[in-house]
């Protein structure tokens, strides 16, 4: 539930002309759940120990919300995307339901054809591109185009499934998306679900079902709840 209202006030606060106004009684609801979870074990105590460290325990509430809105907002555009692109592919849904390791790849693809987000901003360590980006500079990355650089993928517009090529959508290096383990998880465990049970017709509108995932324990084994 309080997932659920976060979006709304994190918008509200980063754009204050929308003219939402802020619900005040909610933060303070939001830091006191923190502060419960921050005396316990994970990854907020976790995270609240480095920023003490840093002398930034105060931040605690901005990067735990920053954290759990790209969790929800992010991975269920990625999985939303992801299911529609792929069941627009003739055959795809069948495919991989014949081949179920076939899922994973076919998921690297998609990102990399259409990443759940288009841009990135960073700032530069250092000079780069023969001085044209200086050190500090704040730059937007465009993941989209990086994506499909003629010099590194062949055909990048075509979704070839069994391409298995690198892509940039959760990032790279030190500064890579915390999430994106969390992410794939996710989208292979609500997509599988619906391979199973959904037979999409290619150009059509589609009725999915929807995916709940909260892991439910049959049989021994866990797996996602799907209803329509």
Do not use: K, Y
Request: aromatic fraction near 8%; charge should be negative.
């Amino acid at each position: 539930r309080m997932l659920d209202l976060l979006e709304p006030q994190l918008i509200a606060a980063l754009f204050p002309m929308a003219g939402q106004p802020l619900d005040q009684d909610f933060f303070a609801r939001w830091n006191r759940m923190l502060a419960e979870s921050a005396g316990t074990d994970g990854l907020l105590a976790d995270l609240s120990r480095d920023l003490a460290t840093t002398d930034a325990a105060a931040d605690l509430g901005i990067f735990a919300a920053m954290f759990a809105f790209a969790s929800t907002g992010n991975v269920s555009r990625f999985i939303a995307q992801a299911t529609i692109g792929l069941s627009a592919q003739p055959g795809s849904f069948a495919a991989l339901r014949r081949d179920p390791a076939s899922l994973g790849p076919a998921l690297e693809e998609w990102l990399r054809v259409e990443p759940p987000l288009n841009f990135v901003h960073l700032v530069a360590s250092e000079t780069l591109c023969d001085g044209g980006i200086a050190a500090g500079n704040s730059v937007m990355v465009a993941l989209a185009n990086a994506n499909r650089d003629t010099r590194t993928f062949d055909a990048p517009e075509d979704f070839r499934p069994g391409r298995q090529a690198r892509h940039l959508s959760f990032g790279t290096g030190p500064h890579a998306c915390i999430g994106a383990g969390i992410a794939r998880s996710l989208a292979d465990l609500a997509i599988a679900a619906l391979i199973r049970r959904f037979d999409p017709v290619p150009g059509a509108a589609q009725d999915f079902p929807v995916v709940h995932l909260m892991p439910l324990r049959i049989g021994g084994q866990t797996c996602a709840e799907t209803s329509t």
